[in-house]
């Protein structure tokens, strides 16, 4: 029986240390699921992309690296509620064998559950993160190395950087702040 692991991320966005991530996986399983971490949100500095947009990217960039071996693409909203999330995402994926993450939470709570974990190497952490590449847009930095080619031609087609310099402007700080006024009848 083939044996299939498991690796969470939020994936705002794809990366080159996501890649190298799933690479190490995918040499270690034959099959992978792949869970997009915080599913409901969208639109945030910290989330600007959709579901479906990580979704593919996540394909594009596995196609680009010419993955071979058969991957699942699962959507895993938030519960924020640590201590039952491993049990949740048991009950929102295929049936799994090993868990791989570069966080020791989630390597705890799926101990705690009885999986085996098996702790993936990171990849220049300090540059090949969501939030560093994310803080480049913003400053109109490069950015595109940091991130498969693929993925790079999918942000700037879905005006990805444009939204997330949306998103840091002071609207949005402006919008959450000021108090809803309802008016007394």
């Known amino acids: 029986m083939p044996k299939r692991g498991l690796i969470v991320g939020r994936f ?22 792949i869970g997009i971490g915080s599913a409901q949100a969208s639109h945030t500095l910290k989330n600007p992309f959709t579901t479906s947009e990580r979704m593919e990217m996540l394909i594009r960039a596995l ?22 999330w ?8 295929p049936k799994f064998d ?10 705890q709570l799926f101990r705690e559950k009885g999986y085996e974990v098996i702790v993936q190497p990171m990849f220049k952490k300090d540059i090949l993160s ?3 590449i994310r803080k480049r847009m913003i400053e109109g930095k ?10 790079a031609e999918y942000i700037k087609e879905i005006k990805g950087v ?22 007394e009848f």
């Open 162 to 183: 444009e939204r997330i310099r949306m998103l840091a402007t002071n609207l949005e700080k402006n919008e959450l702040q000021t108090p809803i006024r309802i008016p």
């Open 130 to 132: 969501a939030t560093e």
């Open 12 to 33: 705002q966005p794809v990366h080159n240390g996501h890649m190298k991530a799933l690479e190490f996986v995918f040499s270690q399983v034959d099959e992978v699921i």
């Open 98 to 107: 090993v868990v791989f993450t570069g966080n020791s939470l989630v390597a």
């Open 63 to 84: 196609e680009e690296m010419e993955f071979k071996k058969r991957y699942y693409l699962i959507p895993l909203p938030d519960i924020n509620f640590n201590a039952i």
């Open 86 to 93: 491993a049990t949740y995402v048991v009950s929102m994926v």
């Open 142 to 151: 490069p950015w595109e190395e940091l991130v498969p080619r693929s993925v």
